[in-house]
């Protein structure tokens, strides 16, 4: 989002409602109409494309991208599973995504500030297994770096400490999930898109398949009600109607605000860029 907008969105809450409403549509326009460069930087991607990207020490290659651990309460990606290879008897090692430096979008690969040393002396973890509380903070002190729940809300500091974290989800694992609407099936999960500036989980890509033949659509985290683990099936707040209306989505292109902001308002849901802007410290 550009400076010009947050400046814009902070004057909203000296007005009145409707003020608030017609100043807010009269920026969002301008903002839509602004190049990427006047927008600043902004770009989701999707997991599955980041799937085989080089992980780059400072001192050499450590390995591949092969999967990404995600919090189903707040929708984070919270580790990174990487496929070591031979330099490591093909050992899976978890880097948080703290580590990861400026990404090399072209050449496919994301650097991380530690050495091959740091991972193969890090502990050992069975990505096969649920990764425990204990596991994440084995990992996370190793390298140095806080723990992700102690700067959250202390509902999520009380987690178990030896038992699977039952939060801490393989992407891999939630493809191919049915989408339920609140009257029907409309589909199944294909893809995962992530802000790329804070790994937040901003999209599931859906396909209609047979429901609504070669469709994609959005669906946002903050619509989920529901992920059944057991019987493989996302749940969400949105009726099929109104999925069948909803603005296109064309997985070759990238998402940008003006689609966003289209979603929302079919939606009729707040946007979170607009939230994320206000509950930021002042």
């Known amino acids: ?20 409403k017609d100043r807010a549509a009269i920026a969002q326009r301008q903002e ?15 997991l599955k494309d980041l799937e085989g990207y080089a992980i780059e020490a400072t001192d050499g290659t450590i390995g591949h991208v092969s999967d990404f651990y995600f919090d189903d ?12 290879g031979t330099w490591l008897l093909s050992r899976r090692v978890l880097i948080a995504p703290e580590a990861i430096g400026v990404p090399d979008w ?17 502990p050992h973890i069975d990505t096969n297994s649920p990764v425990s509380r204990e596991h994440e903070m084995l990992n996370l002190g190793y390298y140095g770096y806080t723990y992700y729940w102690e700067r959250e809300q202390a509902a999520r500091r ?30 199944h999960l294909e893809g995962i898109l992530v802000d790329e500036a804070n790994w937040v989980v901003r999209y599931l890509v859906a ?14 985290p903050e619509w989920v ?31 940008d605000r003006p689609l966003e902001s289209r979603l929302h308002e079919h939606y009729e849901r707040p946007a979170y860029w607009i939230d994320e802007v206000e509950r930021a410290p002042r």
């Not at 400490?161 to 191919?176: F, M, Q, T, V, Y």
């Not at 396909?207 to 946002?220: C, E, F, K, P, Q």
């Open 207 to 220: 396909y209609t398949s047979n429901w609504w033949l070669g469709h994609h659509i959005l669906v946002s």
């Open 1 to 20: 989002m550009s400076t010009w907008f947050t400046h814009c969105l902070g004057a909203l809450a000296r007005l009145g409602p409707r003020a608030q």
């Open 158 to 187: 009380a987690m178990q400490l030896r038992e699977g974290d039952p939060h801490l989800r393989s992407c891999k694992d939630l493809i191919d999930y049915h989408i339920e609407a609140t009257d029907g099936e409309i589909g």
């Open 73 to 84: 309460e707040a929708w984070v990606v919270r580790f990174l599973v990487v496929e070591t």
């Open 106 to 122: 072209d050449g496919r690969v994301l650097p991380v500030a530690i050495t091959k040393e740091q991972v193969r002396r890090s």
């Open 32 to 46: 839509d109409s602004m190049t990427v460069e006047e927008r600043g930087p902004y770009m989701l991607r999707s």
């Open 225 to 255: 009600e529901d992920v059944n683990w057991a019987e493989h099936t996302v749940s969400v707040d949105l009726s099929c109607e109104e999925v069948r209306q909803s603005p296109e989505y064309d997985p070759h292109d990238p998402v």
